[in-house]
């Protein structure tokens, strides 16, 4: 069983930056893919970014891709998500997942992720 908790959300200013943190418990973060979410209102759950467990691999949405920066600690079982340029059109809620373990891939689909955080809310305004 793996529980993951969001932080970092909040208000920010278009062309802003947040960095959101997602803390798992349990002993296999280490060796889980994870990835980053987000719902914004009115709209449908959309991938983010992902990451292997040894952090060398790396994926992401065309909307993100050279402004925000997925990484993670498995010394302190967290993953991060570094938001920079933020547009008002990054406004969600945004979830981390935990995904299987043992293959060191970023996946995009959410049907490999077997474990979800609550979200944290991140509003950009122009």
């Known amino acids: 069983q793996v529980q993951l908790g969001e932080s970092g959300g909040g208000l920010v200013q278009a062309g802003g930056s947040l960095r959101l943190s997602c803390a798992a418990s349990?002993?296999?973060?280490?060796?889980?893919?994870m990835g980053w979410y987000r719902r914004a209102p009115g709209k449908e759950r959309e991938f983010v970014a992902a990451?292997?467990?040894?952090?060398?691999?790396?994926y992401y949405a065309d909307s993100v891709k050279e402004r925000f920066t997925i990484s993670r600690d498995n010394a302190k079982n967290t993953a991060y998500l570094r938001m920079n340029s933020l547009k008002p059109e990054d406004t969600a809620v945004y979830y981390c997942?935990?995904?299987?373990?043992?293959?060191?891939?970023?996946?995009?689909?959410?049907?490999?992720?077997?474990?979800w955080g609550q979200g944290t809310q991140v509003t950009v305004s122009s």
């Open positions: 349990g002993r296999t973060f280490s060796t889980r893919t």
């Open positions: 990451i292997g467990w040894s952090g060398g691999n790396t």
């Open positions: 997942a935990a995904g299987p373990s043992g293959r060191d891939i970023a996946v995009r689909s959410p049907w490999v992720y077997d474990y």
